[in-house]
């Protein structure tokens, strides 16, 4: 096996390869690459070809820190499963540290979506990289419902408090709607500023969540959803579908009425929709531990395992070093690290 790195600047090129990966993720999409771009980050997109045939992909956004610059790569790199993981990797981090030289970069991170599992900590570990002090914001405990079976199969799975929640809410008269047009952010915004609030999160941009609608929206791949009482806006969500999945990758709802459980016929709407398109797998995205009850995302949690599913644990983020700036991205981290008791 002779293997070799080029550019890819062919979308069809890029996604026959990537809709074929196994897990699905949208963070190795042709999409999220031209998200990021539109969002000023510079991005690279290489091929790891077998003489002419394509067998791995790596999407590479420069990440531009106060503390320094950075190589990242999110839930890759992507190989197929015939590959010499070993020797891809290699190849690959050769021309990666070429690069990020070039773009005078301290460190290289991955974040790959790859099972947590002593084989593939060691097939980082062996090339050199070196556990992460934090973790990116891509899930390395995710939580993902298996939504192909009958609805009613689906509401029997799930907690009995949930399926109390959902009926509740339609009782209730909390309707759902959706909307794929990116100036709905505004609508998104006003309830994702009160969740901010209650819980002193750093929020992404409004421009932010505006373009990613813009561009995964245009090509059916995302949604917003709506969930109304009382002629009010009371949760709400933006979620990618791609490549057979369901993303929840942003969410919010206000507490202004407690006792009225709209966030739960929310998701069920996303279930139902995950469904209509013929997906199989709705994401949940990240959970905490379910042993540690005292982690920030503790009842975020404990309200998504409850619709059904399964935990899926990747591999912790890698990083490879550089040059001795990394150190100082390496205190600042793990200081917020702790800061946020993760």
Known sequence: ?????????????????ILKAKPQTFLHSWSWGEFNEKM????????????????????VLKIA????????????????????KNEALKVLLDHLKIAAGEERCAFIRFSPLLENNSE???LFLKNGFRQAPIHMQHPE??????????EDNLMMNMRKTTRYCIRKAQKDGVEVFTSDNPDDVEKFWEVYQTTVDRQNFTPFSKTYLKTEM???????????????????????ALIVFYNGSAFYHHGASTHKYSKITAPYLLQWH?????????????????????????????GLSLFKRGFG??????????????????????????????????
């Open 1 to 17: 096996m002779s293997l070799r790195i080029q550019t890819i600047e062919s979308r069809p090129e890029w996604e026959n390869f």
């Open 40 to 59: 000023g980050t510079k991005i690279f997109r290489f091929g790891l070809y077998d003489q002419e045939n394509l067998v791995g992909v790596v999407l």
């Open 65 to 84: 820190a106060r503390r320094g610059a950075f190589l990242f790569c999110p839930h890759g790199p992507v190989f197929v499963d015939s590959i010499d």
């Open 120 to 122: 593939n900590e060691e």
């Open 141 to 150: 405990l995710a939580w993902i419902l298996d939504v192909s079976a009958p």
């Open 214 to 236: 813009e561009v995964f929206g245009k090509n059916n791949e995302a949604l917003f959803f709506f969930a109304k009482y009382n002629n009010e806006l009371v949760a709400t």
């Open 270 to 298: 996303i279930i139902l929709e995950a469904k209509k398109r013929g997906f199989k797998l709705y994401d949940f995205w990240g959970v905490s531990p379910e042993d540690n009850s005292k982690h920030p995302w503790a």
């Open 309 to 342: 599913g399964t935990e899926h644990a990747y591999v912790h983020a890698k990083d490879y070093v550089i040059s001795p700036k990394y150190w100082l991205s390496f205190v600042v981290e793990t200081v917020r690290r702790k800061k946020r008791h993760l």
